[in-house]
């Protein structure tokens, strides 16, 4: 099956071709990451202009570098939510329109299916991960735990009861005067820091909840700040090394938590953003049990977001839902996180 898959739910316009759920022919990502550097943040309106602009270049782009034309496509597949309105509706139009035109089936596919599916990008397709398999989704949006059967079926264990993971880097970055996104910005800084530097306290460590929390180590990077005053390099460094450190090992933690409650489990999967960050990769290799396999998306740009996902997602709904995969859907910025897999 070879679809044409399509996201933008936020400030990224992407589009990919993919075979099969794992062959990605193409991935093509057009971002405007570099208007909100200064912002802290997204603006919606902004991001949805730039969506304007950039989507017809960026699905000509992806069927070119395929070598594809419309007749070699079998559906096209579009994020249908959650996200930003006015970014998803650019989106999800020009799936509607290209369907209609060139009478394909249309498959909306919700955003957090799309970054569960992202492991499977660039796998042989006749060595898949077995199921059970316990996926932590971390961005910018949501940190949830999930407990999959298959690719369209679990249940949602765990997740933030405040900040999302990502939101956290964001938020951090930007109390320490780094640029947007703040994963990748704390990293560089933090990079020669020393992560033990500075204390951060470790949250809900006395409990068994497989939840997370982030709001009190950005509350604590508040207040570290305000204390210190005047921020030299080599502060900011050790500042920023010790937070990821901290984020980081909170995101262990609980999936430790989460191993002990199940522990069936024969694999991990980590995605979203920041699944991209090397800090977080070498600490889960070095925490989980010998006998459990952790799986990252193969490569970075499938962590972050992107279409080749979504047509990975689209493709392996086809497979389990049959017909059901092709329902009329609605564009909406809320999508419950429930709604991502259905419950057994
Ligand atoms: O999945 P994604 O591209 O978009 C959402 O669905 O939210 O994730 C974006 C988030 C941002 O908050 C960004 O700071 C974070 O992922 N991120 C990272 C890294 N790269 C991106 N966080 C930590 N380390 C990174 N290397
Ligand atoms: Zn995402």
Known sequence: MRILAIESSCDETAAAIIRNGCTVES?????????????????????ARRQVECILPVIHGAMKEAEATWNTIDAIAVTKGPGLLGSLLVGTMAARAIAHIHHKPLIGVHHTLGHLSSTWLGLDPQTPPTFPILSLSASGGHT???????HTKGSLIGRTRDDAAGEAFDKGASLL???????PSISKAGAEGNPHAYKFPKPLQHTETLEFSFS????ALRYIIRDLGTLQDEMIADLAASYEYALCMHLVDRLIQSIRTYPEIQEIH?????SANNRLRSLIQASVPSHVTVRFPHQLSYCTDNAAMIGSAATFMVQELGQD???IFETVASLPLEHALKSE
């Open 27 to 47: 991935n093509v990502i057009s971002t405007s990451r570099q208007a909100f550097e200064q912002t802290g943040g997204v603006i919606p309106e902004d991001a």
């Open 270 to 274: 980590i995605v979203g953003g920041v």
């Open 216 to 219: 009190g180590l950005k509350t």
């Open 325 to 327: 995969a092709y329902e």
């Open 177 to 183: 005067g780094l640029p947007y996104p703040g994963g």
């Open 144 to 150: 949830d735990v999930w407990l999959r059967t298959s």
